[in-house]
């Protein structure tokens, strides 16, 4: 069974999906660790929740990626972890880490790459008036929101669709595919 680590910023609710088909016995990974840049996100109540050691972070308290990526490598390396997964973490990963886990870090994005990669991928969609966006999992590279794609899920974008219908739909969708995506590699 892999160990692995959940890289979130924000609410988690990737990480919960996670979580959750751990729990059932669906997805076979040890949890070992969230890594958090945001000291006051709601998924570090959902480690706390769930009894998962968390190491939280502000990255200006650093001196630069390099500095922070350094003690994020230690803690990995004090859990054992094989493998990363980026679920809401808005930081571009550093050489630090893609040295040490390449191959072995994938991300997910609400929209279609290469469309739309980046920060509000969704209020990118709806500015462009497109009628299809999505989701995608991906390897990561050095790049923001590029690295071989993995899966891809379209969902449709009604003439009335507001961001906050558009953001369910695809949580909706991101919550299935992430988990089942996850044990196809992890079985491997
Ligand atoms: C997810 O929709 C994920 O695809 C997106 O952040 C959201 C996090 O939601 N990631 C990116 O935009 C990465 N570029 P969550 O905190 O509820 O899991």
Redesign the pocket.
Known sequence: MKNIAVF??????????IIDEVKKGELQANLKLLVCDKPNA??IERATNEDIPYFTFSAKDYAGKEEYENEILKKLKENKIEFIV?????RLIGPILLKEFEGRIV????SLLPAF??????GQALNANVKKSG?TIHFVDEG??TGPIIAQQEVDIDSAETRESL?EK??EI?HQLYPAVLKKLFSK
């Open positions: 979130a910023s924000g609410s988690g609710s990737n990480f919960q999906a709601f998924c980026l679920a809401g973490y808005m991300n997910i994005h609400p990669p980046g920060k509000d991928a969704i989701v923001m929101d953001q695809i949580h991101e």
